[in-house]
């Protein structure tokens, strides 16, 4: 018995198996490009995200297309690894307003694609 405030605290570990298949994809977040041109995409997923892509179309020129893979190990604009924002600095000479299309797919298997209203400036 304990007296007030004073409360009794167990700890301990509970294990359980997980079973199935995973058929679920990976849900993609936030899609963002910071001032110096790095493109980030924000994904979560209950395995290892596989692989992140971005395919950017020119809002004035659809033929004028740059596609990259986003990375979440510390390189390339990517600012801190393992995090689950998959990023990308974007190549200087790409210029203009565009559409982003995402594109990505987990351990499992599972992909997910996801096109935001939003227009991204690129210099």
């Known amino acids: 018995q304990s007296e007030y405030p004073m409360h009794i605290i167990n700890w301990g570990t509970v294990?359980?198996?997980?079973?199935?298949?995973?058929?679920?994809?990976?849900e993609i977040g936030?899609?963002?490009?910071?001032?110096?041109?790095?493109?980030?995409?924000k994904v979560c997923d209950g395995s290892k995200v596989r692989h992140v892509k971005a395919t950017l179309t020119d809002e004035k020129d659809p033929k004028?297309?740059?596609s990259v893979a986003l990375l979440d190990d510390g390189s390339n604009g990517d600012r801190a690894i393992n995090d689950l924002v998959f990023s990308q600095k974007i190549p200087s000479q790409v210029f203009g307003i565009f559409r982003v299309a995402?594109?990505?797919?987990?351990?499992?298997?599972?992909?997910?694609?996801?096109?935001p209203e939003?227009?991204?400036v690129l210099h």
């Open 15 to 26: 294990k359980f198996q997980v079973t199935g298949k995973d058929t679920t994809p990976p």
């Open 30 to 41: 936030t899609v963002q490009v910071t001032g110096d041109n790095v493109l980030q995409v």
């Open 64 to 66: 004028k297309t740059v």
């Open 102 to 115: 995402i594109e990505t797919e987990d351990g499992s298997g599972n992909k997910a694609a996801f096109e």
């Open 118 to 120: 939003e227009r991204f």
